[in-house]
Nanobody, 124 residues
Framework: QVQLVESGGGLVQAGGSLRLSCAASGRTFRRFAMGWFRQAPGKEREFVAAISWSGGVTKYGDSVKGRFTISRDNAKNTVYLQMNSLKAEDTAVYYC?????????????????WGQGTQVTVSS
């Protein structure tokens, strides 16, 4: 089992920045690729970013490329999502997830563990 707890969400003005954190406990964190997803009201859960077990490979959803950065610190069992140049359309609940293995993946069904989510609201 892996337990994931997100933090860092909140209210920010358009153009601002936030950094989300996801603290993991349980099984060995470094054995899992990690990802961030988001879900806005009435919409499906959307892929935001993912990172390989080592942190050497990352991938981003088209809507956040160039604005968001995913990173991880395996010594601290934590993955981060730095969000810059935020837009109103970034408003959503953001979820951290741990994949079934070390390979970077981008679809929800390839992730075995999920956090409870943290709300990000961007005012225009």
């Amino acid at each position: 089992q892996v337990q994931l707890v997100e933090s860092g969400g909140g209210l920010v003005q358009a153009g601002g920045s936030l950094r989300l954190s996801c603290a993991a406990s349980g099984r060995t964190f470094r054995r899992f690729a990690m990802g961030w997803f988001r879900q806005a009201p009435g919409k499906e859960r959307e892929f935001v970013a993912a990172i390989s077990w080592s942190g050497g490979v990352t991938k981003y959803g088209d809507s956040v490329k160039g604005r968001f950065t995913i990173s991880r610190d395996n010594a601290k069992n934590t993955v981060y999502l730095q969000m810059n140049s935020l837009k109103a359309e970034d408003t959503a609940v953001y979820y951290c997830a741990a994949a079934n293995g070390i390979v970077l993946v981008t679809t929800t069904d390839e992730y075995a563990y999920w956090g409870q989510g943290t709300q990000v609201t961007v005012s225009s």
